[in-house]
């Protein structure tokens, strides 16, 4: 937990405050090899929120799914829905889910979905975890050698987020999504593209 909190960049005040804590005093626990006499894991919901705090920072980038396995779930994405709801307000939806694209964690983009989630893009509507994965490995493909650069306004549930893709030829795609959050998660993605 430690190595990946340091390559992050992160203090452990900081991760502390990050994931609804008062500060270190009571985080440095789950760092202490100690503590672990009684439990193997890391507590499953403690994990997920520090895999979306720390998930994306860092050189390499932390994966979320790499703290989330600390809890011993080897099948994250099956059981992260339920437990994200009842902390995710839509500006940390936001800010993970730019961190997730911009480090390509398709575990972590996931993780922003739910099974009833919905996909509006031009010319097709990606309906279900399948579909979105789908659509995010597509999108990670034409955009892999892209610099990406975006805005956001963010206002209750709604995320408006403007961005721009910026290729080593000189070409350019910008674009327009929205994200609505609800319950923890982006539960409806709106997303406009034009070269």
Known sequence: ?????????????????????????SYQRYENPKNYHRKEYLPFDTAVRIGQALGGNG????????????????????????????????????????SAIESEDLHAVM???????VIVSQGRIYKGLEAIREYYEEMFGKFADAKISEKKVI??????VEWLAEFPDGRKVAGVDTLICLEGLIRYQTSSTCS
């Not at 937990?1 to 500060?23: E, H, W």
């Not at 206002?155 to 408006?160: F, G, I, K, R, S």
């Open 155 to 160: 206002e209750a549930e709604v995320t408006l």
């Open 59 to 98: 050189n390499p980038p932390v994966k979320s799914s790499d703290v989330i396995a600390l809890s011993g779930i080897d099948r994250v994405e099956k059981v992260i829905h339920p437990i994200a709801s009842s902390f995710r307000s839509a500006e940390m939806i936001s800010r993970h889910h730019s």
């Open 111 to 117: 993780a922003d979905f739910g099974d009833s989630s």
């Open 1 to 25: 937990m430690k190595a990946l909190r340091r390559q992050a960049g992160f203090s452990m005040d900081r991760l502390a405050i990050d994931i609804g804590m008062k500060g270190a005093s």
